[in-house]
């Protein structure tokens, strides 16, 4: 593993179903984030976790949770998947909490919802 | 509210220079950065701007204007691979990033 890995890649996954994507980094970055990218629109943060154990909301958290157990893993739950959760979802990471450092991407999540 | 303007899309000759523009209107100012982005593909920082003035990497320059809430990036002796789009992010008084909808830059030869 070199960098931020995603999991998985795309999925086509039926309303109502439970659905986790995975994100790890070996990076040792204290802050992680969690992206959607919708055509024409900019980057939207849903969850973000400062350091291990702490997460936070972001703009758009609503039908989403996620976790922050160790530093490396910050997995996003969708608990009961929506067509409005179509999207390309990425997973970031910093090593710094204050956003002020570069972000690293995972390479993201197609995720298309029907 | 929070506002983060950059044209949709923009075309530019192999070769050529271009100046990809980005005027932000954010509680607070804490940093702006630029990415680029490749078609299915992850954004990469291309540069962070907290003073005003010109940084110059490469090929690759950010100018920031404060009192103007504008930036731009330059992009000279445009290569093929080039061809990618290019987002804006604000940091605002909370250190959180606001981000532009990006540019489509499409080189032609």
């Known amino acids: 593993i070199a960098g931020i890995t995603q999991a998985p890649t795309s999925q086509i996954l039926a309303a109502g179903r439970r659905m986790t994507l995975r994100c790890t980094q070996d990076?040792?970055?204290?802050?992680m984030y969690w992206y959607r990218q919708d055509l024409g629109l900019g980057l939207r943060l849903i969850h973000y976790s400062n350091t291990a154990g702490t997460t936070g909301k972001g703009e758009v958290p609503d039908g989403y949770s996620v976790s922050r157990a160790n530093t490396d893993d910050f997995p996003l739950t969708l608990a009961s998947a929506v067509p409005s959760q179509t999207s390309v979802y990425f997973c970031?990471?910093?090593?710094?909490?204050?956003?002020?450092?570069?972000?690293?991407f995972g390479e993201g999540s197609r995720l298309t919802v029907l | 509210g929070q506002n983060i303007d950059q044209p949709t899309e923009m075309t530019a000759t192999e070769g050529a220079i271009v100046q990809i523009n980005c005027t932000y209107q954010t509680s607070g100012f804490n940093g702006l950065f630029w990415y680029q982005q490749h078609a299915g593909e992850a954004p990469t920082f291309l540069s962070y701007?907290?003073l005003d003035g010109l940084e110059e990497k490469g090929r690759f320059s950010s100018f920031l204007s404060r009192s103007k809430g504008y930036s731009y990036l330059l992009l000279k002796e445009l290569q093929m691979k080039d061809s990618a789009s290019y987002l804006c992010a604000v940091l605002d008084s909370n250190y959180q990033l606001i981000w532009g909808a990006g540019t489509k830059l499409i080189i032609k030869p």
């Open positions: 701007n907290v």
């Open positions: 970031a990471s910093s090593d710094s909490h204050r956003n002020t450092g570069e972000l690293f």
């Open positions: 990076m040792r970055h204290n802050a």
